[in-house]
């Protein structure tokens, strides 16, 4: 089944920096990668998604890229801001049709 | 307002009480999904639910139920819950039309002692 593994675990750029989180998956028959945000006690919301049939997609400060060859897309944020910081998820879509989701990344942003 | 309400936001129980866990959304979602966050581990589905009267098991079904009688509600019933599954628990629903966007409750946090 599929597997997918996030990095880093924690990561910590400076205030207007760029933040960049990486996910691996496993299986290559997977054509739906979202990437969700967990701010605290809240549950998470979906901020941006690619499909097979595109290498990268962005909207305003945000982005990701897609590697079908290698199996892992990365999600992209330029110009952090405080309230970027968060939890975010990166997931594939398995054969069922179910999101199967990567470990997670907090992200903090240092003033 | 568009949501999917979960209750309670937080519960405290003993190894062994029977619990109920209730998801009801407001957007005539087809699809349903509980999942259990826990560190390190991100996001495991537990059961989910296409439509009335159709649920299946996700990756982590053991020692949960669902049922899915009426399309707005999914509950989550721990029939004889144990430590391990002290977890921040979420229901999500979606529909077709919204394509493939998660829309989530604001989480469960459960302690069982």
């Known amino acids: ?21 990486k996910c691996t998956y496993s299986d290559s028959a997977s054509n739906y990668f979202p990437w969700y945000k ?3 006690g809240k ?11 595109v290498g990268e997609k962005k909207d305003q400060r945000i982005a990701v ?34 999101l199967i989701w990567g470990a997670g990344t907090k992200l903090i942003i240092k003033p | 307002e568009a949501q999917v309400t979960q209750n309670p936001r937080y519960l405290i129980t003993v190894t ?11 957007m005539n979602h087809e699809y349903m999904s509980w999942y259990r ?20 098991k996700g990756d982590v079904p053991e020692g949960y139920k669902v049922s899915r009688k009426e399309k707005r509600n999914f509950p989550l019933i ?10 921040l628990y979420f229901c999500a629903s979606t529909t077709p039309s919204s394509n493939e966007k ?3 409750g604001s989480g469960t946090q459960l302690s069982v002692l």
């Open chain 2, 16 to 26: 062994g009480k029977k619990l109920t866990v209730t998801c009801s959304q407001n």
């Open chain 2, 102 to 104: 998660l829309f989530f």
């Open chain 1, 65 to 98: 890229t897609l590697n079908k060859t290698a199996k892992h897309f990365s999600l992209h944020i330029t110009e952090t801001q405080p309230e970027d910081s968060a939890v975010y998820f990166c997931a594939a879509r398995d054969s069922n049709y179910q």
């Open chain 2, 78 to 87: 721990l029939e004889s819950p144990s430590p391990n599954q002290t977890s």
């Open chain 2, 37 to 56: 966050q826990d560190p390190g581990l991100g996001l495991r589905q537990i059961y989910y639910s296409m439509n009335v009267e159709v649920t299946d």
């Open chain 1, 1 to 21: 089944g599929e597997n997918v593994e996030q990095h880093p675990s924690t990561l910590s750029v400076q205030e207007g920096d760029s933040a960049v989180i």
């Open chain 1, 38 to 40: 967990q701010e605290l």
């Open chain 1, 43 to 53: 549950g998470p919301q979906l901020i941006i998604d690619i499909r097979s049939n």
